[in-house]
């Protein structure tokens, strides 16, 4: 009878515990997700476009090499030594930024991202009505601007 009565316990305590466990993964998922956004915005998003200009920077210092010395073999080889390695710098970089982009938006961050890159705040699409808050029963469609927009 007694291992009933511990059972009986470990049961009761285990249906009180689910809500608390729900709310502790919710928790922790939004938790995630917030530390997922914060290092795109804070390390991956200004890392890629440093390394991008950089990129640029040394391909316009490769064919600026390339121009000047052009009676130097030697020199234009290092102007075109300095081009190519530029052009795999920003193939690597644009691949690294297409990788996020396909995860973000597996993983439902792709309109938080698109925002972040364009420095805007994420702002919910209005459904019906125009800017003004109005049905658009005055006689000019959907268009925002009524008769002025035409």
Do not use: C
């Not at 890629?48 to 600026?64: P, R």
């Amino acid at each position: 009878m007694n291992s009933f009565s511990s059972i009986k316990y470990y049961l009761t305590s285990a249906v009180f515990l689910l809500p608390v466990l729900a709310n502790a993964q919710d928790t922790a998922t939004a938790l995630a997700y917030d530390f997922v956004n914060t290092f795109n915005d804070v390390i991956l998003f200004p890392t890629i476009a440093l390394l991008s200009a950089l990129a640029i920077l040394l391909f316009l210092f490769g064919a600026f090499q390339y121009v000047v010395n052009a009676a130097d073999p030697a020199a234009r080889q290092q102007g075109v030594k300095h081009i190519t390695w530029s052009i795999v710098g920003l193939v690597v970089m644009l691949s690294a930024y297409t990788i996020l982009l396909l995860f973000a938006n597996t993983f439902g961050l792709g309109d938080e991202l698109g925002d972040a890159n364009e420095g805007r705040a994420v702002v919910p699409i209005p459904t019906g009505g125009d800017t003004f808050g109005n049905d658009n029963n005055n006689g000019f469609g959907n268009n925002p601007l009524g008769e002025f927009g035409n």
